[in-house]
């Protein structure tokens, strides 16, 4: 029987948040003549935040740890020979600051100054232009007449094209060194790093190569993060546009769990807003032929994975398979699937085969919607529209062709759909919110919680549970809480009791489950793993941090505090819906009968599913 009490779940505390719990001391200080007393241990920066005043930053990131190297956010300590880096400079008391002296005004306009004598400055053509944040210091510190010399003739710049999720342009590139950072610290990969010294210092992959063939998942966190155009998604807005505009095609568009809650932060909403209504009318406006919903195929994936599940406990605890590998992996970030590609080979086989939700739809939509609808599949052009830079190259990959032709065509970042908005001349705020499509729009509250580290995993127990036990999870409301939240790694064990004739072989098991977000916990769960210390028996893994609400794709900024608010407004959606288990969805339940078959069939496992490669280490 699963219960509150035997959900136990172990958090991690974060090293951070036991220092803060411990630390006691105040330390008093005055900022531009305020006074303001806080923690030992606060930077300078932080305590300016506090008094709403603002300092400029560029290498600064509230996700990462202090580089100090881009020197904007300099300030003027009373005594101090020289100017202070504020992200750089914990408070100390009795300080007296100043942000705003001529000598600080001065030094951050020579900055900016300089870095612009190095900078490629067309920002009239560059995708960042009105959202650079060297741009808005330049605006600020940096018109009229410089001292410094234009450099940028002088040097050979490269542009990366390589990747079908990114670019990397380095004549944009500032050097902050927020994106390697990004890649180590959050990500645990250092794909990228720094190379070279002086005036030929820049951003670099293992020997040069282009990004495509280095170790890179295409998760997109250095692109949330870079403060200037130098690395972007690589868009393909007009490729998508021409479609619309081309009366012989049927463009089918599906839009992810997680778009819904932040697509609002680029159209001027707070962060957590939900505007799935106005989100739906909008992309009907902009010409789309079928708005359709990824949470109807993030259902379908449940019953997938969910039987693929009990199929291999029943294999290897009940038939002792030792060819039936457990744990089973959750299969649907693209960039973890990459990670692991690269990392820790020798465990795909532990990986559910299952596509992630949106090449399930996309292996769908050109074939049981177009037979539904009378359509040529040929004529059909399905696009995405995704939290995920990684997206754009799942949906490149070979694999992703069973319906006869490229599954989805074009992939669009939150960001992106955001942008043909406002192309469209649509006014977000009066639009009307309406429904998507049907068929293959309908979906449940298990669907949308996909978006939330845990929520995969949430929906997987909703279903799981009921199959088994023939009873709901018996969770207030439905609200497997002890698995959200943003801890890094989340663990949970399940002992099953009371179930039905024909899962008898599951009585009693203590199923255990484990959570993790962002790639550097992926690998700690990884590492435990190989040294066959995990005793878990299903683990979903998110690539980015928050899952899906914390993509690459998403609007930019990010934060801790952004991505809590998104996830509100997760559940909040979630509990907004009349349907919350995926096993309900009436609309999953035509397309077995009609199409299908059943769950794991020859014909789901044609079209659904897939396999993995091994790739090189670098
Ligand atoms: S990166 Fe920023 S400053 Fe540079 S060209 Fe683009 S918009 Fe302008
Ligand atoms: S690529 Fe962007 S984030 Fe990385 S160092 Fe250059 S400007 Fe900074
Ligand atoms: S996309 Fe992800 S893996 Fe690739 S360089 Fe950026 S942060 Fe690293
Ligand atoms: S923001 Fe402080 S040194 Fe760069």
Redesign the pocket.
Known sequence: MLSEQLLKTSRRRSFTNYLMKKRKLMVNLNINDQFISVPAGTTVLAAAQKLKITIPTLCNHPDLCVAGNCRVCVVEQKGARTLIASCATPVSEGMDIHTNTLKVRNARKHIVELL?SE?????TK?????K?E??AL?NEFAFGDTIFLDLVEDHQYSIDRSSPSFIKDDS?CIRCQRCVRTCSELQYISAIAVANKGAHQKISSFHDRPMSHVVCTNCGQCVNRCP???LVEKTYIDQVWDAIYDPEKHVVVQTAPAVRVALGEDLGYDPGERVTGKMVSALRQVGFDSVLDTDFSADLTIMEEGTELLTRLKKALVEGDKKTRIPMFTSCSPGWIKFIEHKYPDFLPNLSTCKSPQQMFGALAKTYFAKKRKLDPSKIVSVSVMPCTAKKFEADRPEMRASGYKDIDYVLTTRELAVMIKQAGIDFRVLKPSNYDSIMGESTGAAAIFGATGGVMEAALRTAYEIVTGREVPFNNLNITPIRGLEGVKEATIKIEGCTPEWKFLEGVELKVAIAHGLVNANKIMKMVKQGKAPYHFIEIMACPGGCIGGGGQPIPTSTEIRENRIKAIYSEDEHMILRKSHENPEVMILYKEFLDKPNSHKAHELLHTHYVERDDY
Do not use: V
């Not at 900078?119 to 920002?123: A, E, L, N, T, Y």
């Not at 560059?126 to 009105?130: E, P, R």
């Open positions: 612009l900078h490629r400055s067309d920002c560059c995708y960042k232009n009105t650079c060297l741009q330049a944009k200037t155009g130098a």
